[in-house]
């Protein structure tokens, strides 16, 4: 069992930066493919960024590219997402999410098994 606590949303304005980040409990966080989602009112939870546990390999939506930094710290079981360049677009409950220990790339959020209780950043205009 993996549980996930995120931490450090809020609100900011627009072009602001904003680090959030997500504590695990359990010892395979090391050899575990992380992600972050976002989900706003009404629509569907969107991929955000991941990083893959074999060196820490990162990916992300095309919407964030350039502008979010996905990272991870496995001696603290920490994964963060540094925001800059923040857009009122942006604004959305973050979700921290695992895969299976030793699982590799996946923007699709069916195939994480645990999720945080979400943390929300508001950008504001």
């Known amino acids: 069992q993996v549980q996930l606590v995120e931490s450090g949303g809020g609100l900011v304005q627009a072009g602001d930066s904003l680090r959030i980040s997500c504590a695990a409990s359990?010892?395979?966080?090391?050899?575990?493919?992380m992600g972050w989602f976002r989900q706003t009112p009404g629509k569907e939870r969107e991929f955000v960024a991941a990083?893959?546990?074999?060196?820490?390999?990162?990916y992300y939506a095309d919407s964030v590219k350039g502008r979010f930094t996905i990272s991870r710290d496995n001696a603290k079981n920490t994964l963060y997402l540094q925001m800059n360049s923040l857009k009122p677009e942006d604004t959305a409950v973050y979700y921290c999410?695992?895969?299976?220990?030793?699982?590799?790339?996946?923007?699709?959020?069916?195939?994480?098994?645990?999720w945080g209780q979400g943390t929300q950043v508001t950008v504001s205009s």
């Open positions: 999410a695992a895969r299976g220990p030793r699982s590799g790339y996946s923007a699709s959020f069916n195939d994480y098994q645990y």
């Open positions: 359990g010892r395979t966080f090391s050899s575990t493919t």
């Open positions: 990083i893959h546990w074999i060196g820490s390999i990162t």
